[in-house]
């Protein structure tokens, strides 16, 4: 009764507005691009007659300038595509150096509308949405990042693939029984491959191959000869020689990549940081870390390409800065808040809610983002570490476990790398201590605010005494 008419009353201005009976056309020099792997289907802007004006195009270079050419005559300013496998590349790139906007288009936006079954028609719907300004395009970074991007993911899979090397070494030892990974910690540390080079190389005696112990190396050569006593079969030393020249080999891509990557990131200094030398860091031990691994070089060419360090932030390493800078570059004014980043990173919580109630979480798709990746790895170095975000990690941890402590550490890598890159703000740790502290303030704050709030007052136990 009442309810009812008072909602009317205050809804009748919206209820006698008309609702429009069609949707606007808010662009209309844009156009749909069905991409295939044989051919390309095309819809332009329609003709005057209404009729749809659609073409269609191979996939051959000569081809691809046909319809990059056909598209300018059609005074076309902006193309939808869906993201098909690597096919949509070329004509992205090519329809970006002549000025056209591209929107990538995610397909789960568009393969749940009934009635397209045929390119004819997805090529359309896609043109017609567009015009709609019914579609949001992919974030895609510029040219000149674009071109780090694709040379650091060609670098991750050498590495990946090195990794896969070490493995099999690894395999071949211990087919032989030649337990190095008992006499040493890492494989691939000086005193680890030095022995695996002497293997190959012939020599079986257990005290000369210790004599290749690093003298750093906390286990004396007598400890380390204990385990290199093996069956030395032929088929396994045979692996293991193999698997050691692939290991060489990448070794020596790695290197020619990191070259490449380091010549590209200073191409794109700019003139006034070009000579400057990178502020000191404020950890001194993770800079004299820095140093002692040979990644100086990168650090300063990476603050002088994005004019922010962030290694200085706990837990993140001049290779993850180069993955962070080579996927997103050093501006992200692509994203409108931190939020949005840390959402592109599928760094948020997953609450799916349909009818007002939450429906049955799903895995995440956490392997999607390579800086997501990144960000989990440095979240989980920092469990021990005596930073605030180390405290940070280590209380998430003890209440809510430890996979839940490296996403929400991640999420705060990325909050403060968001707020570095976008408005120049520098990273202080404040220290374990320091942080602990004003958690217990908070923390003293909220609970007095409810005991307040039921009518009780708190009392310390000094003032009671």
């Known amino acids: 009764g009442e309810h009812v008419i008072n909602r009317n009353t205050k809804h009748r201005r919206k209820k006698d507005a008309p609702l429009p009976m069609s949707l606007p056309v808010i662009r209309p020099r844009v156009a749909g691009i069905d991409v295939g ?5 095309v819809c332009g802007p329609a003709r005057p007659d209404g009729t749809p004006n659609v073409r269609v195009f191979g996939t051959t270079t000569a081809q691809l ?3 990059a050419a056909w598209l300018v005559e059609q005074h076309v300013e902006s193309v939808a595509m869906e993201s098909t496998y690597v096919y ?15 929107l990538l288009v995610n397909a789960r936006q568009l393969h749940h509308v009934p009635g397209r079954k045929t390119d004819f ?5 896609l043109q017609l949405l567009h015009s709609c300004g019914l579609l949001r395009g992919s974030f895609r970074p510029g ?4 071109r780090l991007r694709a040379l650091q993911r060609q670098l991750a899979n050498l590495v990946a693939e090195q990794t896969r090397c070490v493995q099999w070494m690894q ?14 910690t890492d494989l691939t540390g000086l005193t680890g491959m030095a022995i695996v080079r002497a293997i190959v190389g012939g020599e079986r005696d257990p005290a000369r191959l210790a004599e290749h112990r690093d003298r750093r190396c906390r286990k004396s050569a007598d400890e380390i000869a204990r385990y290199l006593t093996g069956t030395w079969r032929d088929e396994h030393l045979f692996n293991l020689a193999s698997a050691l020249r692939l290991f060489d080999a990448l070794d020596t891509e790695v290197a020619s990549y990191d070259a490449r990557l380091l010549a590209e990131v200073e191409a794109l200094q700019p003139p006034d940081r070009q000579e400057q030398p990178v502020p000191a860091h404020p950890n001194p031990a993770k800079e ?5 691994r040979g990644q100086q070089q990168a650090r300063t060419a990476l603050w002088r390409f ?24 050093p501006n992200l004014s692509a994203f409108p808040s931190e939020d949005h980043f840390v959402s592109w990173l599928r760094l948020c919580p997953r609450v799916p809610i349909s009818g007002g109630k939450p429906l049955k979480k799903r895995r995440n798709s956490l392997g999607a983002n390579r800086i997501a990746g990144v960000l989990r790895m440095a979240a989980t170095s920092l469990q021990r570490s005596k930073t605030a975000l180390g405290a940070t990690f280590r209380r998430v941890a003890r209440h809510k476990g430890g996979a839940v402590a490296v996403f929400a550490t991640a999420r705060q890598l990325a909050r403060l790398i968001y707020r570095m890159l976008r408005y120049g703000h520098d990273y202080v740790d404040i220290g374990e201590q320091a942080y602990e502290s004003q958690f217990h303030i908070r923390r003293l704050s909220a609970i007095t605010e409810t005991a307040r709030a039921l009518g009780y007052t708190l009392v310390p136990k000094v003032a009671l005494s």
């Open 37 to 41: 792997s044989s051919q390309h289907w």
């Open 65 to 67: 300038e046909e319809l």
């Open 88 to 102: 949509w590349i070329p004509i992205y790139e090519l329809l970006e150096s002549r000025g056209i906007e591209v």
């Open 121 to 125: 028609s997805d090529c359309q719907w």
């Open 143 to 146: 040219e000149a990042i674009t």
């Open 171 to 184: 395999k071949a030892l211990d087919q032989m029984n030649v337990q190095v990974h008992r006499a040493v």
């Open 288 to 292: 004299k870390a820095l140093t002692a």
């Open 306 to 329: 994005a004019g922010v360090d962030l290694t200085r932030i706990d837990g993140l390493s001049t290779g993850a800065t180069q993955t962070i800078l080579t996927e997103v570059g």
